[in-house]
């Protein structure tokens, strides 16, 4: 799958525009186009992974650092305490729509039951 093009990379090579919050060697964060919440940050893999089944052992420090600057990220947008809610999609049943693995950091309300049915 040739991913060079797709949005989250072109975002992390600043060749569009995105409300980028946080970036390193690893991951990217930056602001939800479409928010579903108060606070909807994506946290998103440097490196093209199109999904978590193309995971490997190899990526766990960069699987890692997601979690890392999610807790920075909560900090930052101070929903640390009340709390947040971090969903990671997986192809269709999942609703993924970027194949560019990435977390969802979503926040800032009470988010309710995980699953609406
Ligand atoms: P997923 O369904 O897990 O693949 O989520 C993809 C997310 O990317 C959606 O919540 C979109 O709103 C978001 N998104 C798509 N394009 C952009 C963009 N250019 N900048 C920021 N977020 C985007």
Do not use: W
Not at 51 to 79: C, D, Q, W
Not at 106 to 114: F, K, Q
């Amino acid at each position: 799958m040739d991913n060079k093009g797709n949005v989250f990379s072109r975002i992390i090579r600043r060749e569009i525009l995105a409300d980028i919050l946080y970036q390193d060697d690893l991951v990217t964060a930056f602001r939800d186009a479409n928010p579903r919440t108060p606070v909807h940050i994506l946290i998103v893999t440097n490196m093209i992974i199109p999904t978590v089944n193309n995971v490997t052992s190899e990526n766990e420090i960069i699987l890692g650092r997601l979690f890392t600057v999610a807790a920075k990220m909560a900090k930052k947008e101070k929903i640390d305490t009340l709390g947040y809610r971090l969903i990671v999609n997986c192809n269709q049943h999942g609703g993924q729509e970027i194949y560019h693995l990435h977390m969802h950091m979503l926040g800032g309300r009470p988010l309710g039951p995980m699953l609406v049915f």
